[in-house]
Nanobody
Framework: QVQLVESGGGLVQAGSSLRVSCVASGRAFSNYPMGWFRQAPGKEREFVAA????????YYADSVKGRFTISRDNAKNTVYLQMNSLKPEDTAVYYC???????????????????WGQGTQVTVSS
């Protein structure tokens, strides 16, 4: 069992930066990959970024590549998503997720993730 709690969302202007965090509790955090997904009103949940168990490999959606950075601090049981050059189309609820079954790499498919946080709202005004 894993509990995930996101924080750090808010309202920012286009071009600004924001960092969202996700703290995990339960099973050993350093053993599994983590992902960030987002869902905008009226749209399906989409992949944003993922990171393998030790932070050595990261993966990004094309829409955020070069602007967003995913990282993790296993000593703090925390995964981060640093978002720079934010655009209005980045507005969404951002969710972190844990994939307990995977031992290598990280998936971009929401169906592969076992546990989800409650989400944090990010709103980017133009």
């Amino acid at each position: 069992q894993v509990q995930l709690v996101e924080s750090g969302g808010g309202l920012v202007q286009a071009g600004s930066s924001l960092r969202v965090s996700c703290v995990a509790s339960g099973r050993a955090f350093s053993n599994y990959p983590m992902g960030w997904f987002r869902q905008a009103p009226g749209k399906e949940r989409e992949f944003v970024a993922a990171i393998n168990y030790n932070g050595g490999h990261t993966y990004y959606a094309d829409s955020v590549k070069g602007r967003f950075t995913i990282s993790r601090d296993n000593a703090k049981n925390t995964v981060y998503l640093q978002m720079n050059s934010l655009k209005p189309e980045d507005t969404a609820v951002y969710y972190c997720a844990a994939d307990l079954a995977r031992t290598a790499g990280a998936s971009s498919s929401a169906g592969d993730y076992d546990y989800w946080g409650q989400g944090t709202q990010v709103t980017v005004s133009s």
